[in-house]
């Protein structure tokens, strides 16, 4: 079974990207979405432990947290601690149960898989891809977001350029969605002749 690591910094188009693979049939692995199941189920009288009152009703308030952790590494890395083990246990379940259905191509959608050291986990690394303004303007235009929020999220993440010179392959994203489409497209036909190794 081959193994692809999608990833991509904030704004690139990374989640329309996995989509697409999902659309291909291809299993996706989502950890932002792992992390809110979590957020909403076990790891949130862990979280709201260390960090008391960012839970409401039972589930981990994304904004009174991210408040809390934002630009405080100690605080970051206390919730990392408490996050990615159970982040682990559900990507390894997910990988299980591929390998039972016979999948031959899964992806692990891991927004820092780069910045976390995590190369080691895939086959491949797959990296979508927009110019600086483009990614600007779509981050900017989310609901909440300003410069500086922005500004301490690339902060955390390594340079686009970085990230392409790492890749094994790179989507682009910048001219939408049918050019991202033929580009994934293009790559499970090259990924249809590899052989991942076993896992």
Do not use: C
């Amino acid at each position: 079974m081959l193994v692809v690591g999608l990833t991509g910094s904030i704004g690139m188009g990374k989640s329309a990207t996995a989509a697409l693979f999902r659309e291909a049939g291809v299993p996706v692995d989502d950890a932002d979405a792992a992390v809110h199941r979590l957020y909403a189920g076990r790891a949130a009288p862990l979280i709201e432990a260390r960090f008391p009152g960012v839970t409401e009703a039972g589930v981990v308030d994304r904004a009174r947290l991210s408040a809390a952790v934002l630009g405080n590494p100690e605080a970051l890395t206390a919730l990392e601690a408490i996050v990615h083990p159970l982040v682990k246990q559900e990507r390894e379940a997910f990988l299980d149960a591929a390998r039972k259905s016979g999948a031959r191509l899964v992806v692990l959608d891991i927004p820092l898989l780069l910045e976390g050291r995590s190369e080691g986990l895939v086959d491949l690394v797959l990296v979508v891809s927009a110019p600086e303004p483009v990614q600007k303007a779509r981050v900017l235009a989310r609901p909440g977001m300003t410069e500086a929020k922005l500004a301490a999220i690339l902060a955390r993440q390594m340079p686009d350029a970085d990230k392409r010179r790492r890749a094994h392959w790179v989507i682009g994203t910048a001219t939408g969605i049918k050019a991202a489409r033929r580009d994934v497209q293009t790559f499970l036909r090259a990924a249809a002749a590899m052989t991942g190794h076993p896992r």
